[in-house]
């Protein structure tokens, strides 16, 4: 059975055209972000027979926050593609980013022949063993005509509550076999390792019990919180739950310390019982927050929570504008206010961070997306620019750095009439600063905000509050990032003030393609709430 015009007749139809096919039924017309090698060329090249768009990417890292990016943005699974060996090895980091933050993302990777399996074949490794404690689920297809089932299989699991990543291994020989028809797979005989398997979906009467359970405990508390996981947090229901009871997603590494929330702080710890709808892991203090009563409810969906949602607005119809959901205050708030001496005001040179925050918030508009990386500069511009939450894609819980510019690159590419802005302090800018050709070659619509200090800010404070002012291999010096930009393509400039960064900034939204704004700031520890 031929998928597209692109297929080749009868017997002549591989394993890869047999998966191409597949994704073209599921994402219409696709996009895989990629680098290409020795095992997964005859992929690249059914790939690209079709209407696909390849998005041929610098490093497998950035190709799957990219894939990331894309799936925040568009809501379906992000699909990248890498070869065997090293390009699987350095795929796994993003991997590991997209579980934490609960995105839907398909890693696909090549790898030698299953004939030599065991043999110490050119880049050999036990994909499916180094993946399998970071994705949800791991599988490696033995058989081309089992490619479309298989393909079917992981689009499922990573879109199923809870989303997250799903990697598919794909031997060389499976890609190029002939598959002249589809057939299902026969789960028993090939190597799958699942790790948050979802379970069966409880019907509609155990929901309600549910949810009225944990409506009446809110009722009944003086002080209510709920704490939402990141995929409930990116629900529907989750605003309209907010409009009822205090709602806060708990997505950034620093948990229940999030420079985001330094208002939400006193609610945080004066709640006399909170409903915990995610795992009672570090970000929440393993469970035990504050006085409160905690009650835990991991296995919590969707459908729970809009039914927890109608429950609360009949008993509390009232809206709460004021909640944790609302706009928060302008940049510049409180946890700078207790740090006077930090921060002279916006026309000191160089400006504190939230001064940028400032700028930034002038002169971005309401459809403008944000991915914030981690380290202390990046953490003043999610505090600085709380009132824009709804608008922010962060590093998430695992805490890796660096991975805001290719995230941000995929997410322009599904939404390239939106401005996207990625922020990246100068340490972390070096770890992907190479897509910024991505960007350019593809035509993303993408600003970058680097924060120049000089150092590992984060490293830097701890060292010196910890050792007694010594610090050691923080020192970065001071590299033109612009002129990094500019030759990969870019725009590029340099700002010592904020008044000149918001100049280049305003004419940065105005125009298209890609810019690098280079800013220098005062170091700053981030906020400590």
């Known amino acids: 059975m ?7 007749p009868g017997p002549a139809r591989t394993g890869a055209d047999a998966l191409a096919g597949a994704l073209l039924r599921h994402a219409g017309r696709p996009t895989v972000f990629l680098v290409t090698g020795n095992q997964n060329l005859p992929l690249v090249d059914s790939l690209g027979r079709r209407d696909v768009r390849l998005v041929h990417t610098r490093h497998e ?4 926050y990219m894939a990331e990016g894309w799936a925040r ?3 379906e699974p992000g699909v990248y593609l890498v070869t065997a060996g090293p390009g699987l090895t350095s795929a796994l980091t993003p991997l590991a980013s997209a579980r934490a933050a609960e995105v839907p993302v398909i890693l696909l990777s090549a790898s030698h022949p299953r004939e030599h399996d065991g043999m110490g074949a050119f880049q050999e490794l036990d994909q499916v063993q180094l993946t399998r404690h970071l994705c949800k689920a791991s599988i490696r ?3 081309g005509d089992q490619a479309a089932a298989v393909l079917d299989w992981a689009w499922q699991q990573a879109a199923e509550f809870p989303p997250g990543p799903v990697h598919v291994e794909l031997p060389a020989d499976v890609l190029t076999e002939p598959a002249p ?3 299902p797979v026969s789960w028993s005989s090939i190597p799958l390792h699942v790790l948050a398997r979802p379970g069966q979906q409880a019907g509609a009467a155990l929901l309600r019990r549910r949810a009225q359970k944990i409506a009446r405990s809110l009722l009944s508390a003086k002080r209510p919180l709920i704490l939402l996981r990141p995929a409930l947090g990116r629900c529907a229901a989750a605003a309209d739950l907010g409009r009822h009871v205090p709602v806060l997603t708990v997505e950034s590494p620093r948990g229940l310390r999030d420079p985001a929330w330094v208002d939400e702080q006193e609610l945080i710890g004066s709640a006399d019982h909170i409903a915990l709808l995610a795992p009672a892991d570090y970000a929440v203090g393993f469970g035990a927050i504050g006085s409160a009563q905690v009650h835990a409810y991991p296995e919590a969906g969707p459908a729970l929570l809009a039914d927890l949602a109608t429950l609360l607005g009949r008993e509390r119809p009232a809206a709460q504008e004021d909640g944790p959901q609302a706009a928060g205050p302008a940049a510049g708030g409180t946890v700078a206010a207790r740090r ?7 026309a000191c040179s160089p400006p504190h961070p939230l001064d940028v925050a400032a700028a930034v918030d002038r002169a971005a508009g309401g459809d403008a997306v944000l991915a914030i990386d981690g380290g ?4 003043w511009i999610r505090h600085g620019l709380r009132g824009r939450l709804a608008q922010q894609l962060i590093n998430g819980k695992l805490g890796a750095i660096g991975g805001s510019i290719p995230l941000a690159i995929g997410a322009s590419l599904h939404a390239p009439g939106r401005p996207h802005l990625a922020f990246t302090g100068d340490g972390s800018f070096g770890y992907y600063s190479a897509e910024i050709d991505t960007a350019v070659r593809h035509g993303a619509r993408l600003t970058i905000v680097v924060g120049v200090d000089g150092s590992w800010g984060s490293e830097w404070h701890q060292q010196q509050a910890r050792f007694g002012g010594r610090s050691y291999a923080t020192a970065i010096g001071g590299p033109r990032y612009s002129l990094v930009a500019q030759g990969y393509g870019a725009h590029g400039s340099e700002a010592d003030d904020a008044a000149q960064f918001e100049r280049q900034l305003t004419a940065a939204l105005a125009g298209a393609g890609v810019s690098c704004l280079a800013v220098r700031i005062q170091r700053a520890a981030s906020p400590a709430l």
Request: proline letters at 10%; aromatic letters at 4%; a negative charge.
């Open 61 to 64: 890292s950035g190709a799957g």
């Open 340 to 346: 006077a001496g930090e921060r002279a005001g916006p």
């Open 181 to 183: 028809a589809d057939r």
């Open 141 to 143: 297809c033995l058989n």
């Open 2 to 8: 031929a998928d597209t015009p692109a297929d080749p």
């Open 376 to 379: 202390e500069f990046c953490q």
């Open 73 to 75: 943005s568009s809501g």
